[in-house]
Nanobody, 116 residues
Framework: QVHLAESVGGLVRHGGSLRLSCALSGSISDLYAVDWYRQAPGKQRELVAS???????SSTDSVKGRFTVSKDNDKNVVYLQMINLKFEDTAVYYC??????????WGQGTQVTVSS
C-alpha cells in the first residue's frame, strides 16, 4: 500500500505561480511513476505530467514550458511547479502512484483556482 499526501492548492492570479507537492509513504517500489492529473468542472480527468523513478519526465502539450515535475528522492516527495498559470488551469489536481506490478494509488486531490 502506498499513501499519497498532497499539499494544499489555492487561489492564484492569472500569470502567477504555484507549486504542489505529493508526499509518498508506504511500500514504494524501486520502479514506479507518479502522474499528475487534473479535472476541471464538467470535464474528464486529464493527465498533466509524469515522472518516473528513473527520472525522465513527460507533460501534456498544454502545459509544456509552464509546468515542471520533479522529485526529491530522499524525502519521497514529487513536485509540480506551475508558472504562468492560465484560467484554463483551474481544476482539482491529483497525484497518482503506479508501479510495474500494476498497482495504482491516488492522492486526495487539491483545488487550484486561477483568478483575474
Amino acid at each position: 500500500q502506498v499513501h499519497l499526501a498532497e499539499s494544499v492548492g489555492g487561489l492564484v492570479r492569472h500569470g502567477g505561480s504555484l507549486r504542489l507537492s505529493c508526499a509518498l509513504s508506504g511500500s514504494i517500489s524501486d520502479l514506479y511513476a507518479v502522474d499528475w492529473y487534473r479535472q476541471a468542472p464538467g470535464k474528464q480527468r486529464e493527465l498533466v505530467a509524469s515522472i518516473f523513478s528513473t527520472t525522465p519526465t513527460s507533460s501534456t502539450d498544454s502545459v509544456k514550458g509552464r509546468f515542471t515535475v520533479s522529485k526529491d528522492n530522499d524525502k519521497n516527495v514529487v513536485y509540480l511547479q506551475m508558472i504562468n498559470l492560465k484560467f484554463e488551469d483551474t481544476a482539482v489536481y491529483y497525484c497518482s502512484y503506479r508501479d510495474f506490478l500494476g498497482a495504482r494509488y491516488w492522492g486526495q486531490g487539491t483545488q487550484v483556482t486561477v483568478s483575474s
